[in-house]
């Protein structure tokens, strides 16, 4: 059974730092592209962040450009989001899949508040 299990989020005042995790179980994601995901309330879910399978390659939108970095480690199955200089815009829950996604890949997110 495949699973993605995501971590590291939280409460964070603006300008803040977070680093989140997408722990991949059930089958190695190592050839796959794979991306960042958030839904904030009351929107749809967007793309934030892609990696290409050899990490060579990335992706931001462009809210996220310059203070986002996506990175991945293939022998850990394991694929980071590393958040700097947060914005209250910021606030939503934060989701991996391979991309394109894969529906029955979402796992439960984690939750990203950023609020003073």
């Known amino acids: 059974q495949v699973q993605l299990v995501e971590s590291g989020g939280g409460l964070v005042q603006p300008g803040g730092s977070l680093r989140l995790s997408c722990a991949a179980s059930g089958r190695t994601f190592s050839r796959d592209a794979m991306g960042w995901f958030r839904q904030a309330p009351g929107k749809e879910r967007e793309l934030v962040a892609v990696i290409t399978w050899s990490g060579r390659n990335t992706y931001y939108a462009d809210s996220v450009k310059g203070r986002f970095t996506i990175s991945r480690d293939n022998a850990k199955n394991t694929v980071y989001l590393q958040m700097n200089s947060l914005k209250p815009e910021d606030t939503a829950v934060y989701y991996c899949?391979?991309?394109?996604?894969?529906?029955?890949?979402w796992g439960q997110g984690t939750q990203v508040t950023v609020s003073s």
């Open positions: 899949n391979t991309n394109p996604a894969i529906d029955t890949y």
